[in-house]
């Protein structure tokens, strides 16, 4: 009865139109069914809460091999074995045990690179780059595989960036590619140290190879299992071994320092020599010989300060490898590199807590409020990003108050809101996200207003945090605004005076 007289009394009020929810997807939990694929043994995904890592050590390998003239190469991932088989050496635990190697259709045997250089050694001579002035200075970042025990450090598929530089056997370049690998390391914020040797060329390893022998036949009881195929297949690798009791013989084994030729020595001795003139810290390191059949005279691996004798360590690792271009079919070409372990890097990173700049965010958002003020923003964010705004927006969503939300949290410093009268009036809200001052600008003039405003200095974010509650109300208010209607509030004002009267009567 009250509601009929209200309504004979006054013609009833446009009633606002409820705040519609959020239209973000609330997605169903997975269905019980056959388990979900996991990834393989020893390989990851990096998520985006890494990338901030992989960017600041990606960026920083980019940079440096941009200043030394290191022009990046990229080969393919998948390569005839027989590649690796001569350019790393057959009795190498790498081509014997660590190859991800299968034949294509059953025909031809391929292989997964388990590192760059004797790929890029390869493109070098592919591409007659002995033919160009030299040295040839190449630089590599990419996915390599190895079929190892995964643990802490070890995985199977693991990056490496790393430079390469062909066509010059002074010892100055040997110091400079050290330098470089370690500066990379040091920038970032580590404090790291070059273990470094050398195994001299193929004429004194031969004589050392014999000397080696001689000690460790008459010590063969006493070695492990692998380091008695070592004596056979690889002696020099008899070094590498980390068991305790190999690690107590090796510390009386002759070492090949003493018995690098005049030739060897002398590089040797200038490469530590110019080592010094560049600060670099580094170790002697006589048993350090690498696994790879390629090298010649220096070898080195750098390793984080504090645990310089830790299994994977080694953060870098490189060395001069002069024969390898001829191996593989090329003309005589002295070489020397190396190849950072990015993953290494990163968890080193974390685990000194090394500080890491936070990627770009987005400096603005687009908040809209209904259909026709989302087709303006889907456009405008075309405009700002060509200007090279960084913005975010959630387009689908139709809800204010979630929209700011999103927007406080990002931390953006600016949100252009548009809504109907807006669009109506050819105009935009620009809100300054510390201040939460808005500003009406010409919608066609928002681009030049906003560039305006973030060519200058950003504030502190200090600002209270925009309150739900307010954001609640503005949200009302533009909605009201969009359908011309009055705010709540009055209507809600005007109903109490209303009902004592209908009682009364
Ligand atoms: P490498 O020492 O075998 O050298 O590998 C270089 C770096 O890759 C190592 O120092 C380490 O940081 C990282 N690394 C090696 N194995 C793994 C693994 N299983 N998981 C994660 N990280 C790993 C080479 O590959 C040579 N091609 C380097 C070179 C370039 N020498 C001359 N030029």
Not at 239 to 262: M, T, W, Y
Request: aromatic share 6%; hydrophobic share 40%; with cysteine.
């Amino acid at each position: 009865m009250p509601k009929v007289i209200k309504k004979l009394v006054a013609p009833p009020k446009p009633v606002a139109p409820p705040i519609p929810p959020p239209t973000t997807e609330v997605l169903p939990k997975p269905k019980k069914g056959p388990p979900t694929p996991q990834t393989l043994r020893g390989m990851k995904d990096i998520l985006p809460v890494d990338q901030k890592y992989w960017s600041l050590v990606r960026r920083k390998a980019e940079e440096l091999a941009d200043v030394y003239g290191f022009q990046r190469i990229d080969t393919p991932i998948l390569e005839e074995t027989a590649l690796f088989v001569r350019g790393v050496g057959k009795a190498t635990d790498m081509v014997e045990k660590e190859m991800f190697t299968f034949l294509d259709l059953g025909e031809e045997s391929m292989t997964l690179r388990p590192e760059h250089t004797a790929p890029i050694a390869r493109a070098f001579i592919n591409h007659g780059m002995w033919n160009l002035p030299q040295p040839i200075r190449l630089f590599d970042w990419g996915p390599v595989f190895r079929h190892e025990r995964p643990q802490a450090g070890r995985y199977r598929q693991f990056t490496q960036g790393g430079m390469e530089l062909f066509g010059d056997r002074h010892p100055v370049i040997d110091a400079h590619l050290i330098h470089v690998a370690w500066s990379l390391l040091k920038e970032i914020g580590l404090e790291v140290l070059v273990q470094v040797n050398s195994i001299g060329d193929v004429a004194s390893r031969e004589v050392y190879k014999e000397k080696l022998l001689a000690y460790y036949r008459t010590k063969r009881s006493a070695i492990c299992e692998n380091c008695k195929k070592r004596l056979l297949k690889n002696p020099m690798r008899l070094l590498d071994c980390k068991e305790d009791g190999c690690v107590a013989i090796r510390a009386e084994a002759p070492q090949i320092v003493d018995h690098l030729n005049e030739e060897s020595k002398n590089h040797f001795v200038r490469v530590l020599e110019y080592l010094d003139e560049l600060q670099v810290p580094y170790q002697l390191n006589p048993h350090l010989v690498r696994g790879l059949d390629y090298y010649t005279h220096t070898v080195f691996e750098i390793v984080s300060a504090d645990e310089s004798d830790a299994a994977q360590a080694a953060l870098a690792g490189g060395g001069r490898y002069d024969g390898l271009i001829e191996t593989l079919g090329g003309p005589p070409t002295p070489a020397c590199g190396f190849g950072w372990g990015i993953e290494r890097i990163i968890l080193k990173l974390k685990e000194k807590n090394v500080p890491v700049p936070e990627l770009p965010m987005a400096e603005v958002y687009l908040a809209q409020l209904g259909e026709p003020a989302r087709r303006r923003m889907l456009a405008l964010f075309g405009q700002l990003r060509v200007e090279g705004i960084r913005v975010a927006e959630n387009f689908s969503r139709d809800a204010l108050k979630a929209q700011l939300e999103v927007a406080n949290r990002l931390g953006v410093r600016f949100t252009l809101i548009l809504g109907q009268k807006e669009v109506l009036d050819g105009t935009i809200l620009i809100r300054d996200m510390d201040s939460g001052i808005q500003e009406i600008v010409d919608f066609k003039k928002v681009v030049p207003a906003l560039k305006k405003k973030l060519a200058q200095p950003a504030l502190p974010r200090g600002g209270a945090p925009v309150e739900p509650a307010t954001l609640v109300a503005e949200e009302e208010k533009l909605l009201f605004e969009e359908a011309k209607l009055e705010p709540e509030e009055k209507i809600e004002e005007k109903e109490p005076e209303e009902k004592p009267k209908h009682k009364k009567a």
